[in-house]
């Protein structure tokens, strides 16, 4: 038995609430209009609009604060998510690799919101976020995270790697079951590669900012580990245990459990706001 998503119900599990586009050149909504309808989700899209500054720019230790506040009390009923899980359904495809879904909630040339739904044993391959500033909330279910960060060596003597083998330090290793703390990861650090495996069936909201964009050079990569001691580069005097923590990490081709289904977003509606 396997589980797999099943997107007829993933929509039918999402609330659609009605929103209406206006195209006229009417008055946008006062300060005070918008403070009556901050529902969760809009208090986090403005918070971002506030807090994403553009290519290049890291959010300020405050600001990452303000952002993980926000995030670490949002419920999956704020997304419009019920928790009875309806949108997985058990199967009986033997030998099938189940499938991550996706929706987008918002994206813009500064940031994105998204949500991952992963039926359960559906894995995230280990992947980068180049120039990205990550927070990553587990609306529902119990998940497995691997994490690295690059080794800076000025040491490492690239010609004797010919595969492009890079050292990276693992940064997390464990299970996390919602409702947890927001994690959050920066452009090269805080665990910019990363893996998830989900043991039950799982949502992930993600706030990235700037999102993925091959044109402009942030395209995701993916990797596989390689244990320290299997390889002789980057010899250095260190204990068992510190060695434990290194591995050795070679891009690869676009795995196919990478793929995912893109699915419409039916949840509370963003309103958005004009840039000054």
């Not at 206006?22 to 609009?49: D, E, G, I, N, W």
């Not at 813009?108 to 500033?133: D, Q, R, W, Y």
């Not at 260190?238 to 419409?264: C, F, H, N, Q, T």
């Amino acid at each position: 038995m396997t589980i797999e998503v099943r997107l007829t119900d993933v929509r039918k599990c999402i609330r659609k609430k009605k929103c209406r586009r206006k195209t006229s050149s009417k008055r946008k909504p006062s300060p005070a209009a918008l403070a009556a309808v901050l529902f969760p989700l809009q208090r986090l899209y403005m918070s971002c609009v506030d807090v994403f500054k553009g290519v290049g720019t890291v959010p300020s230790p405050t600001d990452v604060q303000k952002l993980c506040h926000i995030l670490d009390g949002m419920r999956a009923e704020d997304v419009g998510l019920s928790r009875n899980l309806q949108f997985f359904k058990t199967g009986s495809i033997i030998g099938a690799t189940p499938k991550v879904a996706c929706t987008t909630i918002y994206q813009s040339e500064k940031f994105s919101l998204c949500i991952f739904f992963l039926p359960a044993n559906a894995v995230i391959p280990l992947h980068n976020h180049p120039g990205m500033t990550v927070f990553s909330k587990l609306l529902l279910g119990k998940v497995h995270i691997k994490a690295y960060d690059l080794v800076a060596s000025s040491n490492q003597d690239d010609s004797l790697s010919p595969s492009q083998l890079k050292l990276a330090c693992l940064k997390a290793d464990g299970v996390f079951t919602a409702p947890c703390d927001t994690s959050v990861l920066y452009p090269t650090s805080g665990g910019n590669i990363h893996a998830f495996k989900a043991i039950t069936p799982c949502a992930i909201l993600d706030v990235m900012g700037p999102p993925y964009s091959k044109k402009d050079g942030r395209d995701c990569s993916y990797y596989r580990e390689i244990p320290y001691d299997t390889l002789p580069y980057e010899r250095v005097v260190m204990s068992e245990e510190e060695r434990e923590r290194y591995w050795w990490l070679e891009e690869i081709d676009v795995p196919k459990e990478s793929a995912m289904d893109g699915i419409e977003y039916m949840g509370p509606q963003i309103i958005e706001m004009s840039s000054s």
